[in-house]
């Protein structure tokens, strides 16, 4: 996951950076710095988060010719 599909994701979700950081069990500045893109986060957080927006309903994708971008799952799956 980059910063921006984590941006993103939120924003499908309608969610703060403090919703996140709360779902994912880390602190608030742990995903403010990730999102700004200003320090390294350890592996394990920004997996922490990943797997906590793909439990709230987003896909992860990578569309052909397109780069990486995320979606909320629909319904029936």
């Given at each position: ?51 906590s ?10 569309e ?14």
């Amino acid at each position: 996951m980059i910063p921006a599909q984590c941006r993103a994701a939120r924003g499908l979700l309608d969610w703060t950076q403090g919703k996140l950081a709360e779902a994912a069990g880390l602190l608030f500045s742990t995903v403010v710095k990730f999102e700004r893109s200003e320090r390294a986060v350890a592996a394990g957080a920004v997996q922490a988060m990943k797997r906590s927006l793909v439990k709230a309903g987003v896909e992860f994708i990578a569309e052909y010719g397109g780069g990486p971008s995320v979606r909320l799952r629909k319904a029936s799956e």
